[in-house]
């Protein structure tokens, strides 16, 4: 099944307080762990959503968001 959605997270610091500075560790258990103990939720965003991960994405952004707002959309 393909989608054209896109999905992103917002964690909070909290989730990987047991990971020490510097060690790397695998995100799955821990978010394992916050869902046993009730601690994760979602929600379905279906607003204006852009990966603004380049400088190129970012200028792109910026240019949609200037042609909308002369447009008064």
């Known amino acids: 099944m393909t989608t054209d959605k896109k999905s992103f997270s917002l964690l909070d610091p909290a989730l990987v307080e047991p990971v020490r500075a510097g060690d790397k560790a695998q995100l799955a258990p821990l978010l394992r762990a916050a869902a046993q103990e009730g601690r994760l939720a979602g929600e379905l965003y ?3 959503w852009r990966d ?8 792109g952004l910026d240019a949609l968001l200037r042609a ?4 008064g959309t």
């Open 52 to 59: 603004i991960g380049t400088a190129e994405r970012l200028a």
């Open 68 to 71: 909308r707002t002369r447009a």
């Open 46 to 48: 279906e607003g204006l």
